[in-house]
């Protein structure tokens, strides 16, 4: 079982934001019925959070199963030329942040987002003032330190004995010639 779990990671992720995104959509509706965001930012706030986050998801599990790797992180924890796999993983890795960011500083996405936050939020949470500069600069934070913790506690993806027993195919998909 736990093979199953760390083979098909991504998956399994995906499921997760699937069920959060199904939450939202639920509350964003409700909302919209009272009055307190618009049906179109509740539904382009879904579509968005599909497409934004599953697209990547996704691009990372069939990454992953191309690759061949008993684990699912394996593409990234290989350095980005160790194989074709790893170099796809990085840039999907790489890639999608760029485009978060510039959906939030150049695009209408931070806007968006700091209208539809306040109803995502916990009931039980005091209310919070939810402003687009804020949601660019939150963001933006989260992930320059998501990426520096990454890059300081993951193993060095550079040397793959390090990996060896994690990951043990590094050049190539393990079912093909």
């Known amino acids: ?7 098909y990671a991504w998956l399994w992720v995906m499921l997760g934001v699937l069920i959060n995104i199904g ?5 964003l509706h409700a909302a919209a019925r009272r009055g ?16 934004g986050l599953g697209g990547p998801i996704l691009a990372q599990a069939a ?13 990234l924890l290989l350095a980005p030329g160790a194989s074709p796999f790893s170099a796809a993983a990085w840039g999907v890795q790489v890639l999608w942040p760029v485009i978060l960011l510039g959906w939030l500083w150049r695009g209408d996405g931070a806007e968006m987002i700091a209208r ?3 109803i995502l939020r916990s009931r039980s949470r005091p209310p919070l003032r939810v402003t687009a500069r804020g949601v660019r600069l939150a963001v933006t934070a989260a992930l320059v330190i ?3 913790g990454f890059f300081l506690f993951a ?7 390090a990996i060896a027993d994690l990951c043990p195919v590094t050049t190539t998909a393990s079912h093909g010639p």
């Open 36 to 51: 307190e965001v618009t049906r179109a930012d509740a539904d382009r706030f879904v579509r968005v959070a599909l497409a």
């Open 1 to 7: 079982m736990p093979q199953l779990l760390v083979r």
């Open 155 to 161: 193993p060095h993806p550079a040397d793959p004995a």
């Open 63 to 75: 990454i992953a199963a191309a690759s061949g790797q008993p684990n699912a992180f394996c593409p």
């Open 116 to 118: 539809v936050w306040p």
């Open 146 to 148: 998501g990426a520096a």
């Open 23 to 27: 939450f939202s959509r639920v509350r």
